[in-house]
C-alpha cells in the first residue's frame, strides 16, 4: 500500500469514526464554527484591516470550543484552547509592535 492510501484510509477513519463520535454530525460542527469565525474575521478586519496570526488563534480556540461543547470532558480540547489563548497572547503582542494599529 502506498504512502498515500495509508493517509487516507487514516483520514478516513478519523472523520468515520474518532471525530463522528466525539464531536457529532459534521454539517452541525462546522456549521457552529463557520458563525464564530464570521465574527472574527468581521472584527478583524474592522480593527486590523485583514486577519493577523492573533486572529487565527481566536479561530482556532472558536473552533476547540464548539468541539467542547459536544464533547465537554475532552481534555485534549481544553488543553489545546490554553494553548492558543498562550499563543494568540504572544503573538499579539509581537504583532502589534511590527505592525502597529492606526487609530480608529
Avoid at 452541525?28 to 464564530?36: E, P
Avoid at 472574527?40 to 480593527?47: G, K, S, V
Avoid at 473552533?63 to 490554553?82: G, M, N, P, Q
Amino acid at each position: 500500500m502506498s504512502k498515500r492510501n495509508e493517509t487516507i484510509d487514516a483520514a478516513k477513519d478519523k472523520i468515520n469514526n474518532d471525530r463522528a463520535k466525539d464531536y457529532g454530525d459534521a454539517l452541525s460542527m462546522h456549521r457552529r464554527i463557520a458563525v464564530g469565525w464570521t465574527q472574527i474575521i468581521n472584527m478583524a478586519e474592522h480593527t486590523h484591516g485583514s486577519i493577523t496570526p492573533a486572529h487565527v488563534c481566536l479561530m482556532m480556540d472558536w473552533l476547540k470550543t464548539c468541539r467542547l461543547c459536544v464533547t465537554i470532558d475532552h481534555d485534549d480540547s481544553w488543553e489545546d484552547k490554553i494553548g492558543y489563548s498562550a499563543l494568540g497572547s504572544e503573538i499579539s503582542e509581537a504583532w502589534e509592535k511590527e505592525f502597529p494599529r492606526p487609530p480608529f
